[in-house]
C-alpha cells in the first residue's frame, strides 16, 4: 500500500500539470473556505453556543403602577404555557421579587426587583440527559406562543426569558451603551436605538434598561386649614400611610410568644385600589378617608390637602462616572456578530437626518444632534463585546504562534523556504477546520458556529500540523545526505514511509475528539481536531511534498550524489 502510494507521490511531484491542478485545488479550496465565513456566511462565527440546561427563568415585568393581582393574572397565563410542557417538572413564581440569585441573576440584577408590577418565574426542567429537545431549543419555541398571548393582557407588558449563561456573565447578547451630558436627550436616542432592535431579524426580548415615566400626585397640606380644624400633619400622614400602605396600630399579648403580637392595619385591596389612574379617581378616594379632629368632627382629607398632579422622577444611571443608559437585546439562535452589524446599519441609515454621525471604533458610534447639538456616544457592549475580544485576543495567539514557528524553524533548518513551507503546511489545516463546521451545521438540528473554542482547537493544530511536516522535511534531508538520492525520490520516499505514523496520530486524535464533538460548549474544539487534523494529514503529505519539489533542496541541504549507497541500509 505505501509502495504504492510512493510511487503515487512520485509521479505527482514530477508532473508539472498534476503539481499545478493540486497547488490551484488548495488555492481554491482555501478562498472557498475563507469565504463561508464572510461575505456569505455559511459558516457563522460566534463566541460560544447555546448551554443545554436544567432550569432558565422568565422575568415578567408590567407597566409602572400595576397591582399585584395584574401581575399575578400574566404570570398564571405563563405558568400555564409552561406546565403543559412534559419536560418541565415544576415551576416556581416569584410575586413582586426575584427568585434566589443564581448565575444569571446576579448579572441581571433581579435581586433588585422590589415592586408590585415584577415577578419571576423558574422553571426547572429534566436533566439534560432524558430529554431530546435541548434547554435553548425550548426557550426559542416557548418564547413567541407565551408573548403573544400574555403581553397582550396589560399595557407595556414585558416577558424576557433568560438562561444560565454558556460562558463569561454578561448583561446581554447585545447592549448598546448610550453616554451623554443630556438625560433627556439620553432617553430619546435609547429609544430610537430600541426600535432600530426591535426591527432587526434575530434580535429578541429587548429592554432599555431605564426607568418608566408615569404620572403621579404630590399632596401637599395646607397648614393653615389643618390648624384650625385641629388636624396634625401627623394624623394626616398616618391616615394616608395606614390606608394604602399599611401600619402597626397596637400590640396584643400572648400566652405563647414572649415579645407582643403586633395588629397590623390597612385598607383591603378592593378598597384602597383606584378606579382609574388620573386626578379625578385620586380625589373620589381621599374624599372618602376622614380623619376625626378634637371636637368630634369628620373632616375629609381633600379638604387638608391640595392634590398636585407632576411626573415621576426616573433614575440617573451613570458607568465610569459618565450619565448613561443601556438597551439591551437578546439572540435568538443566531450569532451576535451578524443582527449588530444590521442593526448598525440601520441606525447608520435612518438617524442621519437627525444626527451628525461619526465612526469611533470597530462598531462604535459618536452622534450630533442637528438641532440642540448635543454629543452622544454608541459604545457596543455584551456577549458581543467578548466575542470580539475573544476572536481578536485568540487571532492574535494564533499569528504569535505562526511566528514563533517560523523563527524557531529558520534556527533549525537555517532556510525562510523550509519555513515558509512548514508554515504554510500548518496554516491550510484552516479548510477542514472551516469545512468541518459546514458539515456539522448540515446534519445538526440547530446551527453549528464556529465558536472561540473552535479558535482553540485550530491553534492546537498547528503544532500537530507542523510536526507532520518536520517528520517530512527530516526524513528527506536524511535520504538526501546519506543515502545520495535524488529530491524526487527522496521526497517519495520519505512521504510513503512517514505516512504510517502520521496516519496514526491523526486517528488517535480524531479518535479522543469526538467525546468533545457532541459537547455543547465545547463542540468546535472538537469538530475543529477532527477536519483539522484530516486537513493536515492531506496537506502534509499532498501538498508539502510539492511545495519542497520546488524548493531548491539540492541548495538547502548541500546535496551530494552518492551512487553505490543502497536504500535498504539504515540511515
Known amino acids: 500500500m505505501f509502495k504504492k502510494f510512493e510511487k503515487l507521490v512520485l509521479s505527482g511531484i514530477q508532473s508539472k500539470a498534476q503539481r499545478r491542478l493540486i497547488l490551484i485545488g488548495t488555492l481554491v479550496a482555501f478562498i472557498l473556505s475563507v469565504l463561508m465565513i464572510a461575505p456569505t456566511e455559511i459558516v457563522k462565527a460566534k463566541m460560544l453556543p447555546g448551554k443545554n440546561n436544567d432550569t432558565f427563568n422568565i422575568y415578567v415585568t408590567l407597566a409602572n403602577g400595576d397591582s399585584i393581582e395584574q401581575t399575578k393574572h400574566v404570570t398564571d397565563c405563563v405558568s400555564r404555557y409552561v406546565t403543559q410542557e412534559k419536560e418541565v417538572t415544576d415551576t416556581e413564581v416569584f410575586l413582586g421579587m426575584g427568585s434566589p440569585l443564581d448565575f444569571a441573576g446576579l448579572i441581571k440584577g433581579s435581586q433588585f426587583k422590589n415592586s408590585e408590577n415584577e415577578a419571576e418565574i423558574v422553571v426547572n426542567l429534566t436533566k439534560k440527559h432524558e430529554r431530546e429537545e435541548p434547554s435553548y431549543m425550548m426557550v426559542q419555541r416557548m418564547r413567541p406562543v407565551i408573548q403573544d398571548a400574555c403581553e397582550k393582557l396589560y399595557p407595556n407588558t414585558h416577558i424576557s426569558f433568560v438562561e444560565p449563561p454558556a460562558g463569561p456573565p454578561t448583561l446581554s ?98 378598597s384602597g385600589r383606584f378606579a382609574r389612574k388620573d386626578l379625578n379617581s385620586v380625589q373620589a378616594k381621599l374624599t372618602s378617608l376622614k380623619l376625626m379632629n378634637r371636637k368630634g368632627m369628620m373632616i375629609p382629607v381633600t379638604e387638608l390637602v391640595t392634590i398636585l398632579p407632576k411626573k415621576s422622577n426616573p433614575k440617573i444611571m451613570s458607568k465610569d462616572l459618565h450619565q448613561m443608559t443601556n438597551v439591551m437585546a437578546e439572540t435568538d ?47 457596543w457592549d455584551g456577549e458581543m463585546k467578548v466575542t470580539l475580544d475573544t476572536f481578536r485576543d485568540l487571532g492574535a495567539a494564533f499569528i504569535a504562534a505562526l511566528v514563533l514557528i517560523f523563527l524557531l524553524m529558520v534556527i533549525y533548518y537555517k532556510s525562510y523556504t523550509l519555513s515558509g513551507i512548514i508554515l504554510l503546511g500548518s496554516f491550510l489545516s484552516i479548510i477542514g477546520v472551516i469545512i468541518g463546521h ?43 545526505d546519506e543515502k545520495g538520492m535524488h529530491k524526487a525520490e527522496a521526497i517519495a520516499y520519505a512521504s510513503a514511509t512517514r505516512a504510517k505514523p502520521i496516519f496514526l496520530t491523526a486517528v488517535a486524535i480524531m ?30 503529505l499532498i501538498v508539502v511534498p510539492i511545495l519542497l519539489y520546488i524548493a531548491d533542496l539540492e541548495k538547502h541541504f548541500h546535496f551530494h550524489e552518492k551512487k553505490a549507497v543502497s536504500i535498504e541500509e539504515p540511515v
Open 438 to 480: 459546514w458539515i456539522m451545521d448540515v446534519f445538526t438540528t440547530d446551527t453549528f458556529f464556529l465558536t472561540a473554542t473552535s479558535l482553540i482547537g485550530f491553534i492546537a493544530l498547528i503544532g500537530i500540523s507542523s510536526r507532520n511536516s518536520l517528520l517530512l522535511i527530516d526524513f528527506t534531508k536524511a535520504l538526501m
Open 333 to 379: 439562535m443566531v450569532s451576535q456578530v451578524y443582527p449588530l452589524i444590521e442593526a448598525r446599519s440601520t441606525i447608520l441609515d435612518t438617524l442621519k437626518d437627525e444626527y451628525d454621525i461619526t465612526k469611533t471604533g470597530l462598531f462604535d458610534l459618536q452622534l450630533k444632534d442637528k438641532q440642540t447639538g448635543k454629543v452622544y456616544d454608541l459604545k
Open 511 to 540: 479518535l479522543a475528539s469526538t467525546l468533545l464533538a457532541s459537547d455543547a460548549v465545547f463542540g468546535g474544539l472538537g469538530v475543529s481536531l477532527i477536519f483539522g487534523t484530516v486537513a493536515a494529514v492531506v496537506a502534509s
Open 173 to 270: 447578547a447585545i447592549v448598546a451603551e448610550i453616554y451623554g451630558d443630556d438625560a433627556q436627550g439620553i432617553r430619546k436616542l435609547a429609544a430610537k436605538v430600541e426600535n432600530v432592535f426591535k426591527h432587526t431579524e434575530g434580535l429578541v426580548d429587548i429592554d432599555t434598561m431605564e426607568d418608566e415615566i408615569y404620572d403621579t400626585f404630590d399632596l401637599k397640606v395646607d397648614t393653615t386649614k389643618a390648624a384650625k380644624s385641629g388636624i396634625s400633619v401627623k394624623q394626616l400622614n398616618d391616615i394616608i400611610y395606614l390606608a394604602f400602605e399599611g401600619m402597626g396600630i397596637a400590640v396584643k399579648n400572648s400566652a405563647k410568644y414572649n415579645e407582643q403580637v403586633p395588629l397590623f392595619l390597612r385598607l383591603s385591596p378592593e
